[in-house]
T-cell receptor, first 113, second 114 residues
Framework: TQLLEQSPQFLSIQEGENLTVYCNSSSVFSSLQWYRQEPGEGPVLLVTVVTGGEVKKLKRLTFQFGDARKDSSLHITAAQTGDTGLYLCAGASSGGSNYKLTFGKGTLLTVNP | DSGVTQTPKHLITATGQRVTLRCSPRSGDLSVYWYQQSLDQGLQFLIQYYNGEERAKGNILERFSAQQFPDLHSELNLSSLELGDSALYFC????FGTGPYGYTFGSGTRLTVV
């Protein structure tokens, strides 16, 4: 069973601070995706990283895929209250003719004004 | 609005009952995925359909079943409901039948079994 461990589980910071959340596994993934989920809504895809060592930026968010494609990090610069939400990572792995997406349990981020 | 429509948004029912959750995928998407989300287990994959056919199965109980219709909408049927089935149920869709790509999720159905 492939597991994705996300840390920290909870994070509460002040507006303007920087933060990094992590997603780790002992398994290799074909790609890794990050989603943000707000209360009462479904997860929304933020980014997909495919190549080991790949770095993608989305405004104040920087996503990195580990060289070995087993882990990833999400760094937020100058956090805003609108960044509050549950951040989920998901790893895609090939299982025969079909890909399987495994989700971590998420990091619940609260950005206080 | 993600383009994936789930109904109903909330459902309260008694133990032993049967309910049907409905999902309309984003226009052009052929795959539909069902997930269950609970506080302790996170997002758990239940089942995937691609263009009307079952493509993959996850941790779906025998009391649960699903189907995808010719118009590509999907229904998840939950029967003999137990208190532990209370959770958020999400439907997601994608263009491809397989591939390391992201999904588009609906807003979910919150099921409460009392």
């Amino acid at each position: 069973t492939q597991l994705l461990e996300q840390s920290p589980q909870f994070l509460s910071i002040q507006e303007g601070e920087n933060l990094t959340v992590y997603c780790n596994s002992s398994s290799v993934f074909s790609s890794l995706q990050w989603y943000r989920q707000e209360p009462g809504e479904g997860p929304v895809l933020l980014v997909t990283v495919v190549t080991g060592g790949e770095v993608k930026k989305l405004k104040r968010l920087t996503f990195q895929f580990g060289d070995a494609r087993k882990d990833s990090s999400l760094h937020i610069t100058a956090a805003q209250t609108g960044d509050t939400g549950l951040y989920l990572c998901a790893g895609a792995s090939s299982g025969g003719s079909n890909y399987k997406l495994t989700f971590g349990k998420g990091t619940l981020l609260t950005v206080n004004p | 609005d993600s383009g994936v429509t789930q109904t109903p948004k909330h459902l309260i029912t008694a133990t032993g009952q049967r309910v049907t959750l409905r999902c309309s995928p984003r226009s052009g998407d052929l795959s539909v995925y069902w997930y269950q989300q609970s506080l302790d287990q996170g997002l758990q994959f239940l089942i995937q359909y691609y263009n009307g056919e079952e493509r993959a199965k996850g941790n779906i109980l025998e009391r649960f079943s699903a189907q995808q219709f010719p118009d590509l909408h999907s229904e998840l049927n939950l029967s003999s409901l137990e208190l532990g089935d209370s959770a958020l149920y999400f439907c997601a869709s994608s263009v491809f039948g397989t591939g390391p790509y992201g999904y588009t999720f609906g807003s979910g159905t919150r099921l409460t079994v009392v």
